[in-house]
């Protein structure tokens, strides 16, 4: 062996030596970002950093940067008393950190919200929770994943604009009894573009076109409102629970994209068979 091939397996070694301490050992979650959005958006006011409120369940490692699924699990139950009024979604990294704010309703069940969302570069991800007494919980996670925000759309444009404002409202499982919470999934056909895709023919970039609001109601009353912007994957969908009763209703969705476009879709639930039409 030559000393030149020596020392490339010397080093070879080392850096896979050095691998797994460097994987495990995440940045500082305090990043300038973070810093500009608590003086922001939230005033300076104290945030306690803790999964006990609310939870936030994203992948150590995205497969897909551009679409990578993230979850914010409520840890208390809606009740008049006390509940989660709103929450956001923030990605430090991202072009735009504030990816989403969600309000849900005291009578919902459960503040418990799925989505998918693009991600830019290795970024520290957060959910932000503000309770009905006014205090604000956070709970972080490291995510390792790049490129999202600028990868081209997965499907053909002209097939994707053709099918846009097409949506899915569905109930998720077995259907329980009135009275238990419920799982429902929300879908909306749409490009999702953020202005960062460039048209692989023409080199240009594409203009951005994305949704930006979801509103969700049950039996006329407003379960959850979302505001989001063009971080959510293509074909952006929300996962949310509510709490059907023994005397049903509909189940409304309202979508409206930056070009104040809407897209209405409703599903009834029946008190007896609480069914998914699709």
């Not at 979650?29 to 959005?37: C, G, L, V």
């Not at 991600?119 to 490129?147: C, F, I, K, N, P």
């Not at 994305?210 to 109601?217: A, D, G, K, L, P």
Request: glycine fraction near 6%.
């Amino acid at each position: 062996m030559t000393i030149h091939n020596l020392r490339r397996l010397l080093f070879i070694v080392g850096v896979l030596h050095l691998m797994p301490a460097v994987a495990a050992s995440d940045p500082s979650p305090d990043t300038e970002a973070w810093q500009a959005i608590r003086s922001t958006l939230f005033a300076g006011r104290e945030i306690v950093e803790s999964n006990a409120v609310i939870e936030l369940e994203a992948p150590f490692r995205a497969e897909d940067a551009a679409v990578v699924p993230v979850g914010l699990r409520a840890r208390i139950d809606q009740t008049p008393e006390r509940h989660i009024k709103r929450m956001w979604l923030l990605i430090d990294g991202n072009p735009t950190p504030v990816a989403a704010a969600f309000t849900v309703a005291p009578d919902a069940g459960r503040a418990d919200i799925e989505t998918r969302v693009r991600v830019e570069q290795y970024t520290w991800m957060r959910a932000v929770a503000e309770t009905s007494d006014g205090m604000l919980h956070v709970s972080s996670r490291y995510v390792r994943a790049a490129g999202g925000c600028s990868a081209p759309a997965g499907k053909d444009f002209e097939e994707a604009m053709a099918r846009m404002g097409k949506m899915r409202l569905r109930l998720d499982g077995e259907a329980p009894e009135p009275g238990h919470l419920q799982t429902a999934t929300l879908m909306v056909s749409h490009p999702n573009l953020n202005g960062m895709q460039m048209d692989q023919v023409t080199r240009h970039f594409t203009p951005a076109h994305f949704v930006r609001r979801f509103e969700v109601s049950y039996g006329g009353k407003t379960l959850l409102t979302a505001d989001v912007d063009f971080a959510l994957s293509e074909n952006p969908q929300i996962r949310f629970r509510f709490r059907p009763d023994a005397a049903g209703g509909e189940l409304q969705a309202r979508v409206i994209d930056s070009k104040d476009l809407i897209f209405t879709q409703s599903l009834t639930i029946k008190p007896a068979a609480l069914a998914s039409t699709r």
